[in-house]
């Protein structure tokens, strides 16, 4: 069906020809002589005005219910009304899907809880029509920050045998039913699909780290799965994840990293989605310009988890979470450091090493790893990220003091075995960085089909 897109229409490309437009009726007005649609097609968050003139077309009754979607003849015309703008005047109207009255979106505003619960229609409305195209964008950004510096991007696995982060939270993958014949759990994995156990992956890393060795510096763009039993508007159990690897790298090259990409990727949504950013300005989080102005041009602070502790013993603030060296920092705690005491996007460096994973670079203090999360206002933690342990027999005691099954990533030992070089990463929570930017509150109104304890939408 030829037809013009609406953006380009309103970007004034189209001003004088007479064409075709086709989208979805999200107001109408009908007066004396004269009836008025605004169409919306998805390619921008504006809608284009429709005027008719009832001497060219009689009966506009069919052409005025909200959600129906249209197919429209006419010409482009500088706007009547709104200076500087363009409408179309009508030829001749044809109803491609009529829209009864029982359609929900009709005027009123309403709620994101209640626009949960139509994951298929709620996309229709401004808000899911912005994080939507702004989730688009900054997936666009994320892949050109990294292609442009030579990363290779690379597909891991997401059905799995070995367990990445350690902290069980693995979906188990099976094709065995309710009952099988197995008399215990080894027999139970041994007569499974795979023969063993086997899972969703949480992280692509061990992956990442393989292919790191071999090609320097990649970085993978794809879904991650948590069976956490967290109820927050920040975990979701399918979320997508960027997780760089880069080799020849510190802790510090990895900040660098982290916070260049960062940089590049909000700089390129408020360059492309102005009109975005502007409706999130207004509808859901004030100053959200401003922030995102000043977090690409400040630096972002780093501190030492000591000095953390140290900021939230002295804070006056009281806390739901006892605050102590070696505890894990709560979102309570990385929002008052990144909120309040600094305002600004800060990297935690250099946590006790009982509460990070296997895999991370042990400090000489022999306490602490050389890990990083990134926090950011509004969110929290938005990055994951460490230099790797290289060592060979540090990371296999490393490994036995958690006492995790060796056998099951003698591939990855390897890898400190043959040609090992110091490296490191990070994943950042793609979810996580859509709410930073689009100020939305709830990851589950930046994500299509939330998957949440039990919700199988
Ligand atoms: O901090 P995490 O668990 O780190 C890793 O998985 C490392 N293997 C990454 C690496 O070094 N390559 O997860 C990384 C990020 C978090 O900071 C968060 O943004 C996001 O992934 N994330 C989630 N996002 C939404 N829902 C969840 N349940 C998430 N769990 C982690
Ligand atoms: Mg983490």
Redesign the pocket.
């Known amino acids: 069906m030829k037809h013009t897109d609406i953006k380009e229409i309103l970007e004034k490309k189209h001003t004088g020809e007479s064409l075709t437009v086709c989208g979805w009726v999200r107001t109408s007005r009908d007066s004396k002589n004269m009836a008025f649609l605004e169409l919306n097609d998805g390619t921008s968050l504006d809608r284009l005005q429709i005027v008719i003139n009832k001497e060219v077309i009689a009966d506009v009754a069919p052409f005025m219910k909200l959600g129906s979607a249209l197919k429209v003849e006419g010409k482009v015309v500088p706007s009547v009304a709104r200076e500087g703008g363009v409408e179309l005047d009508a030829d001749s109207i044809v109803v491609l899907g009529d829209c009864p009255a029982d359609y929900p979106l009709q005027k009123k505003r309403h709620t994101l809880e209640y626009l949960r619960t139509i994951p298929h229609l709620r996309l229709r409305t401004n808000t899911f029509n912005a994080v939507f195209r702004v989730r688009s964008v900054l997936a666009a950004a994320l892949h050109e920050f990294f292609q442009s510096r030579n990363f290779v991007y690379v597909n891991t696995p997401l059905i799995t045998g070995s367990d990445?982060?350690g902290?069980g939270?693995m979906f188990r993958v099976t094709t065995h039913g309710y009952k099988t014949d197995a008399k215990t759990e080894e027999e139970y994995y041994a007569t499974d699909f795979f023969g063993k156990k086997a899972g969703l992956s949480?992280?692509?890393?061990?992956e990442?780290e393989v292919c790191a060795m071999a090609f320097g510096k990649i970085y993978?763009f794809g879904p991650?799965f948590?069976a956490?039993n967290?109820n927050t508007p920040?975990?979701?159990?399918?979320?997508?994840?960027i997780?760089?690897?880069i080799a020849f790298a510190d802790l510090n090259d990895v900040l660098a990293l982290a916070e260049d990409m960062f940089r590049s990727v909000v700089g390129t949504v408020l360059k492309k989605c102005p009109t975005e950013i502007d409706f999130f300005e207004q509808h859901f989080e004030k100053g959200l310009h401003q922030k995102l102005e000043d977090a690409i041009k400040e630096d972002f602070a780093i501190l030492d988890y000591t000095d953390a502790i140290e900021i939230l013993k002295n804070s006056g603030e009281t806390f739901q979470y006892p605050v102590y060296w070696g505890c894990d920092l709560q979102t309570e705690h990385e929002r008052y450091i990144t909120e309040k005491h600094f305002k600004k996007p800060v990297f935690v460096i250099n946590y006790p090493k009982e509460i990070k994973?296997f895999?991370m670079k042990q400090n000489p203090d022999g306490k602490t790893v050389a890990a990083s999360?990134?926090l950011v206002p509004g969110?929290g933690?938005?990055?994951?990220?460490?230099e790797?342990e290289a060592d060979y027999d540090k990371l296999l005691s490393a490994m036995k003091a958690r006492n995790m099954d060796i056998s099951a990533y003698k591939d990855y030992l390897e890898l400190r075995k043959f040609g090992s070089t110091p490296h490191?990463?990070?994943?950042?929570?793609?979810?996580?960085?859509l709410m930073y930017v689009t100020g939305m509150s709830n990851?589950r109104d930046v994500i299509l089909y939330p998957r949440t304890v039990n919700n199988l939408y």
Do not use: K
């Open positions: 990445c982060e902290a939270e949480v992280s692509g890393q061990l990442g993978t991650s948590r956490e967290s920040r975990h979701v159990a399918e979320f997508w994840h997780e760089p690897e994973s895999y999360d990134l969110v933690e938005i990055i994951g990220g460490s790797r490191g990463g990070f994943g950042l929570g793609f979810e996580r960085i990851i």
